[in-house]
T-cell receptor
Framework: DQQVKQNSPSLSVQEGRISILNCDYT??????FLWYKKYPAEGPTFLIS?????DKNEDGRFTVFLNKSAKHLSLHIVPSQPGDSAVYFC???????????FGAGTRLFVKA | DVKVTQSSRYLVKRTGEKVFLECVQD?????MFWYRQDPGLGLRLIYF???????EKGDIPEGYSVSREKKERFSLILESASTNQTSMYLC?????????????FGEGSRLTVL
């Protein structure tokens, strides 16, 4: 029973264009939603988060949108850069992070 | 900068061996976690600890145990390694109390069990 789903295993985007990564969840009790970025042979690093009471959070080139009625969130990267090529994990968490559930990840390729 | 250090980046062990994976964090975080990452399955929580000597099972604790004798150190133990425990193991830490759930990860330990 996957509570957090990333249905696209991979995504390819041209440099300078927008990358949109999607995530769906089933449990309405999550307090926070987070995105992590992972390069090969490295641990995931935190990218951006959003509280369940918000619908948008922006940090530089990265924006996360939360649609609670659809139980859907998305990460927008604009403009995309080759250095953004990585695996992106969507995660949902309670307050405190004790029960963080991760999606399977989406591998983003940004072509120069 | 927060640093989470995992002692071994790559290990190769034989079936039945006892395996220790060590993790140390330097930010005085209360919470520490062990995850495993497998292709197509994302990260799955094995165990976590919210204080010294305290531990809680995660989603896939079978075949694993943990130890937290000091606040900065969290160890994962495979009592008798099996081939289905071949995986990438990730240690993480976070602040205690209410927070956004942000986790700080180590670089990972890739374990191969033959």
């Amino acid at each position: 029973d996957q509570q957090v789903k990333q249905n696209s295993p991979s995504l390819s985007v041209q440099e300078g264009r927008i990358s949109i990564l999607n995530c769906d969840y089933t449990n309405s009790m999550f307090d926070y939603f987070l995105w992590y970025k992972k390069y090969p042979a490295e641990g995931p690093t935190f990218l951006i988060s959003i509280s369940s009471i918000k619908d948008k959070n922006e940090d530089g080139r990265f924006t996360v949108f939360l649609n609670k009625s659809a139980k859907h969130l998305s990460l927008h990267i604009v403009p995309s850069q080759p250095g953004d090529s990585a695996v992106y994990f969507c995660a949902a968490s309670d307050t405190g992070g004790f029960k963080t559930i991760f999606g399977a990840g989406t591998r983003l390729f940004v072509k120069a | 900068d927060v640093k989470v250090t995992q002692s071994s980046r790559y290990l190769v062990k034989r079936t039945g061996e006892k395996v220790f994976l060590e993790c140390v964090q330097d930010m005085d975080h209360e919470n520490m976690f062990w995850y495993r990452q497998d292709p197509g399955l994302g990260l799955r929580l094995i165990y976590f600890s919210y204080d010294v000597k305290m531990k809680e099972k995660g989603d896939i604790p079978e075949g694993y145990s943990v130890s937290r004798e000091k606040k900065e150190r969290f160890s994962l133990i495979l009592e008798s390694a099996s081939t289905n425990q071949t995986s990438m193991y990730l240690c993480a830490s976070s602040w205690g109390g209410p927070n956004t759930g942000e986790l700080f990860f180590g670089e990972g330990s890739r374990l191969t069990v033959l």
